[in-house]
């Protein structure tokens, strides 16, 4: 099979697009209104892009409110989502007004953060606290701008439950992230295995 996505003609029910680039982390974003409002919703398109600085990047397809919050306070927060918070993570997708928590709405915990002034999930076993760098419109082939905003933040704290660390790193066994795949589909990454690179070739 192949197809272009310009006439986009894979003759599947389908779209396979993401479930090609898959499987994603999801970015879980907190954030807090100039009115004082908390929000709170889950990014597919979401990943770490930098280690120095640590800098991580979500894309918001239309102007939606973590990116207006984003945009207008400089802040956010990216929580984890473990498989125990996975239902409550697709709860928070939930299209509602502005202004209105999906915290509550989810039936989960804000706590401010430590270094910003946004929320963050207190059931979350870690969390990023971000400061907005830059927030860019990508363009397509044709130079115009794409229908998506990404927001850039540096990653200025780090909260880590103590409960997934054993012999000094996280225990993916027992933190059991989620992850992204297509369509509806969702995965959970606590089979984990190992693997060294390879060490440089002498010549």
């Not at 969390?127 to 397509?140: A, G, R």
Request: hydrophobic residues 40%; negative net charge.
């Amino acid at each position: 099979m192949f197809y272009t996505t310009d006439s986009n003609r894979h003759g599947l029910a389908h779209d396979p697009f993401k479930a090609i680039v898959s499987p994603r982390p999801i970015g879980w974003i907190g954030s807090k209104g100039r009115d004082g409002s908390i929000n709170l919703a889950p990014y597919s398109f979401f990943n770490a892009v930098a280690d120095r600085p640590k800098l991580v990047m979500f894309s918001s397809a239309g102007r939606k409110h973590s990116q207006r919050n984003a945009a207008e306070t400089g802040v956010f927060t990216c929580n984890f989502v473990s498989r125990d918070l996975a239902e409550k993570m697709n709860l928070s997708s939930a299209v509602l007004p502005y202004g209105h928590s999906e915290f509550d709405f989810a039936g989960l915990t804000p706590k401010p953060a430590e270094l910003i002034d946004a929320p963050y999930v207190g059931e979350a076993f870690a969390v990023l606290e971000c400061k907005v760098t830059e927030i860019i419109e990508p363009k397509t082939l044709s130079g115009e701008p794409s229908e998506n905003v990404l927001v850039f933040g540096e990653v200025v704290g780090i909260r880590i439950d103590e409960a997934i660390v054993r012999d000094g790193r996280l225990d993916m066994s027992i933190a059991r992230p989620v992850a992204r795949m297509g369509y509806m589909d969702y995965s959970e990454g606590s089979d984990v295995f190992e693997m060294i690179r390879p060490k440089p070739q002498q010549r």
